[in-house]
């Protein structure tokens, strides 16, 4: 079993940055890739960033390309989004995803149906 906890969001105004953490714990095996979605009122869930935890390979939505990050810690116990520039339309609750498996292409990596272990969410808003 594996265990996401989320930290960090907020309220910030546009152009501002926030930085969310997930801490995690439970096999290494059943976390090999994570990933960030978001999810806001009356939209589907949104992958936004995904990380393989062994190869260190990233992915991110066109979205937010350039302007998140997503990275772990070298003892492999937290994920971290590092959001810069952020817009209204980034406003969203945020979760921690994680598979035991990384997907084949980065739609596959970034889709939502493709993780088994999820966190609770932390929200983000965005406004003046």
């Known amino acids: 079993v594996v265990q996401l906890v989320e930290f960090g969001g907020g309220s910030v105004q546009p152009g501002g940055s926030l930085r969310l953490s997930c801490e995690v714990s439970?096999?290494?095996?059943?976390?090999?890739?994570m990933a960030w979605f978001r999810q806001a009122p009356g939209k589907e869930r949104e992958g936004v960033a995904g990380?393989?935890?062994?190869?260190?390979?990233?992915d991110y939505a066109t979205s937010v390309k350039g302007r998140f990050t997503i990275s772990q810690d070298n003892a492999k116990t937290a994920t971290y989004l590092q959001m810069n520039s952020l817009q209204p339309e980034d406003t969203a609750m945020y979760y921690c995803?994680?598979?035991?498996?990384?997907?084949?292409?980065?739609?596959?990596?970034?889709?939502?149906?493709?993780?088994?272990?999820w966190g609770r969410g932390t929200q983000v808003t965005v406004s003046s």
């Open positions: 990380l393989s935890t062994l190869g260190g390979t990233t």
């Open positions: 439970g096999y290494v095996e059943n976390r090999r890739c």
């Open positions: 995803a994680a598979s035991p498996w990384c997907q084949a292409t980065v739609a596959g990596r970034l889709s939502a149906n493709k993780y088994n272990y």
